[in-house]
């Protein structure tokens, strides 16, 4: 079993900053593939960013150049720096991480961006 626990999201103006961080624990046997996904009220679940075992990652055309995720092995945690933050970014955040062919989501954290 992993656990993910998010943090870091708020309210934040057009053209802010946050920064998210997704915290693993549990039997975590490697470095796992995580990701971070969000969800606007009224849409579907959708990628935001993603980062193998490794350190290969990958974003939609929406966040590309905004966005940046990372992780920190030796702390099993994730993070997601977003800048140049636009209202359409408003949404539930979710950090998903897969082991052994199954995915464990984190309970989601609300990012705000209005004025």
């Known amino acids: 079993q992993v656990q993910l626990v998010e943090s870091g999201g708020g309210l934040v103006q057009p053209g802010g900053s946050l920064r998210l961080s997704c915290a693993a624990s549990g039997r975590i046997f490697s470095p796992i593939p995580m990701g971070w996904y969000r969800q606007a009220p009224g849409k579907q679940r959708e990628l935001v960013a993603a980062v193998t075992s490794g350190v290969s990652t990958n974003y939609p055309d929406s966040v590309k150049g905004r966005f940046t995720i990372s992780r920190d092995d030796a702390k099993n945690t994730v993070y997601l720096q977003m800048n140049s933050l636009k209202p359409e970014d408003t949404a539930v955040y979710y950090c998903?991480?897969?082991?052994?062919?199954?995915?464990?989501w984190g309970q989601g954290t609300q990012v705000t961006v209005s004025s």
């Open positions: 998903k991480a897969t082991q052994a062919w199954r995915d464990y």
